[in-house]
């Protein structure tokens, strides 16, 4: 009984990610969920209180899904913390496949639309969404300090440009309804910070007398 008990959460959640994904928050009905799910309303009312704190469940939710692909993915094994930097930006545009809501962000959607209305909702999305750019952080901050320590930006808050810059994409992904532009938009942010830690170069001597 308490293993169904947690499926069916669980498949609440799920069906979350999917349908505000798709729809937003504010279109998505609990109706719309409980349909999604395969399961009765009643079952709904005896996981949360509200459509918000199933909203809350789910950031929750993708957030943790999301740290296990990341911690899991291939670039983290790499030995130089640039390569994992630039590893960390292949690996999001090759994710970037298939249907929207398949691979655009929760948190970044949500936030748009509830950080005046739902201040908890907007909580949780600025919490995961910043702890996630912690993440990326620890890789910059390695390579600045090997490559590029005399830099004067902040590695927090190239991490969040990093983050900033996805995020934009997904939305221009949804203006041109597919991936082709979010991609290309995570290319030129690997270029931008290839530029930014380009290992230092010794200096040339001048050769005239």
Request: include cysteine; proline fraction near 4%; hydrophobic fraction near 40%.
């Amino acid at each position: 009984m308490a293993r169904a008990h947690g499926d069916s959460k669980t498949k609440f959640l799920d069906a979350a990610l999917r349908v505000i994904r798709a729809k937003g928050y504010e279109a998505t009905t609990v109706d719309d969920i409980c349909e999604a799910a395969g399961l009765t309303k009643g079952s709904f009312f005896h996981h949360f209180e509200s459509k918000e704190e199933l909203a809350l469940s789910a950031a929750d939710h993708f957030a943790a899904m999301a740290e296990s692909a990341f911690a899991a993915a291939p670039y983290r094994e790499a030995a130089d913390p640039l390569d994992r930097v630039l590893g960390y930006v292949d690996f999001r545009a090759s994710i970037m496949r298939g249907e929207l809501p398949d691979f655009t962000c929760l948190l970044g959607m949500m936030v748009q639309e509830t950080y005046e209305t739902h201040p908890e909702i907007r909580k949780a999305c600025d919490s995961h969404i910043s702890d996630h750019a912690k993440t990326v952080e620890s890789d910059i901050a390695e390579a600045k300090r090997r490559y590029a320590p005399r830099a004067q930006w902040d590695p927090g808050s190239m991490a969040l440009f990093t983050q900033a810059v996805i995020h934009g994409a997904f939305i221009l992904a949804k203006a041109r309804n597919g991936p082709e532009v979010a991609v290309e938009c995570l290319s030129h942010l690997r270029r931008y910070l290839e530029t930014q830690l380009t290992p230092t170069q010794p200096k040339r001597r001048d050769t005239h007398v």
